[in-house]
């Protein structure tokens, strides 16, 4: 069944951008952080008679994502009206582009399972308006009701829309978190899936293998995660396939997910553009977009993620898989940069970009996750953890007494030298100090000595976690080894 035939994918992105204001009015876009119902006016709220202002700010901020796809921007753009009634559209038409988008054919590279580096296709960036937000309750024993919060309609929404060139859910999950990292990169939007800032809609379906004409399209809505598109598009891809291979045919429809169920449900027969009954926005005249202005965002964009991944490769050694974490997310980047700045004269630089990628890929994004953490409430800096790693490097303190102090560090912020000194985390590397311990050790532990005298190797291994112990962790592990293995070999040649 699987051999037989071909999944095409193509996503929908929306992204809300980056504004102190909404797009078409001077509220606030601060929704989230707004008692329901506080961020609106007349003309959010879809008073009649009120003229939509194009937000500027919001246009450049669409330019500069469409330059950083490699995007043709056109000349001209213009706003049209997308007609459909639903209860979190006040208007009854929501304010969008239809056909002049502000950018156009881009392309995004992605490392593809099965072909290696692949292109997808940019169809367009375009520009409208968020809508309101539903909010379903149902009493205990009682009727089911909706709330409606105007504070989100209004807000910039940019749509990223991509060709069908993804042929697995895999390239899809790849095409996705890149077009999120840059997305963060150019700093157009937060991409806060957990906050709805990044959304996805994705369109799937399956064609016999060797076919050029695309199966019937459905779409899954309501995803809000990486892990949850990954797994709606493989079970769609299972359930499409298992159709077609019954003799079945596959309806265009939207389904939306479960991830209860790990399902995609039913939702509603898919529209087609000429159901939204689109034609030109009469409140809002045709925008030009000059070379001059496009020049300038251009030179506004920063280093991308793919051209910083092959300098960490190329100039840090990093290894593809520590670089391909490291630019999954925009902070990360800044703070291993700019704590190799600390570090640069005090060890050798691919050295110290492996020991800060370690920290910074390993140890902060378990904390991160343990305790649920935004960047905004993480209180490490890059010279304090420059100077975590020259503590361990110089052999201060041992790897497990740095864990310790780290994850202090992240909560509380300090100086790794204080917090160690507080903690009494200390590691010993004076030899007569450690060679006293060593020599209790074997004295108290004569049966484990017999053990390795008789041949059992594994006996190290033991008396080295008692040297360690007696030490009460602070002996450095490699001279106390070292020292173990000496004492013990000195005793087999008596």
């Not at 999120?180 to 800032?197: D, L, P, Q, Y």
Request: hydrophobic share 35%; with cysteine.
């Amino acid at each position: 069944m699987t051999a037989s035939y071909e999944t095409v994918i193509g996503l929908e992105v929306h992204s809300q951008l980056l504004t102190s204001s909404k797009m078409f009015c001077p509220c606030g876009s601060d929704y989230q952080e707004s008692e329901p119902n506080t961020r609106v006016c007349p003309v959010c709220m879809g008073m009649p008679g009120v003229l939509p202002v194009v937000n500027k700010k919001a246009v450049g901020l669409v330019i500069k994502t469409g330059l950083a796809l490699e995007c043709e921007i056109s000349t001209e753009t213009k706003f049209d009206r997308k007609n459909y009634p639903y209860p979190d559209l006040m208007k009854g038409y929501q304010i969008s582009q239809f056909d002049i988008p502000i950018a156009l054919n881009g392309r995004l590279s992605i490392k593809s399972p099965d072909t290696g580096k692949k292109y997808i296709r940019i169809t367009r960036v375009h520009l409208e308006e968020d809508v309101a937000k539903l909010l379903h309750r149902k009493e205990p024993y009682g009727e089911a009701y909706s709330l409606l919060d105007i504070n989100r309609a209004g807000v910039p929404l940019m749509e990223i829309v991509s060709e069908p060139d993804m042929n697995s859910p895999e390239e899809a999950n790849e095409y996705l978190t890149s077009l999120h990292s840059i997305i963060r990169f150019v700093e157009t939007s937060t991409a806060n899936m957990e906050e709805g800032s990044f959304r996805c809609d994705a369109n799937i379906s399956v064609r016999p293998l060797g076919s050029k004409e695309l199966g019937s399209k459905v779409e899954i809505k309501n995803v809000n995660s990486f892990r949850s598109v990954f797994r709606a598009l493989k079970y769609e891809e299972t359930r499409q396939r298992k159709l077609l291979a019954e003799g079945q045919n596959i309806e265009q429809e939207t389904r939306g997910w479960s991830d209860d169920r790990g399902t995609t449900v039913s939702q509603r027969t898919k529209e087609y553009a000429a159901d939204y009954r689109y034609f030109p926005e009469p409140d809002l005249p045709p925008i030009l977009i000059s070379h001059e202005w496009v020049n300038k965002i251009q030179s506004e964009i920063p280093e991308l993620p793919a051209e910083k991944k092959e300098r960490y490769m190329g100039i840090f050694g990093l290894s593809d898989y520590d670089a391909s974490v490291m630019i999954g997310d925009r902070e990360s980047t800044l703070l291993f940069e700019n704590t190799l700045l600390y570090l640069s004269e005090s060890m050798g630089q691919k050295d110290a970009a492996k020991a800060a990628a370690n920290w910074i890929n390993v140890d902060l994004n378990r904390m991160k996750n343990e305790l649920k953490s935004s960047w905004s409430e993480t209180k490490l800096g890059p010279r304090e953890l420059a100077n975590l790693i020259m503590l361990v490097d110089d052999g201060k303190i041992s790897n497990s007494m740095a864990k310790t102090i780290f994850d202090e560090m992240f909560v509380n912020g300090g100086d790794p030298i204080k917090i160690s000194e507080k903690r009494g985390l200390s590691q010993i590397n004076d030899t007569s100090s450690i060679q006293n311990i060593v020599t209790e050790t074997l004295l108290e532990n004569q049966s484990a000595v017999d053990d390795f005298l008789n041949g059992r190797d594994s006996a190290v291994r033991y008396l080295v976690g008692q040297v360690m112990k007696k030490s009460k962790g602070q002996a450095n592990p490699q001279v106390a080894s070292d020292m173990v293995t000496l004492e013990l070999n000195k005793q087999k040649k008596q």
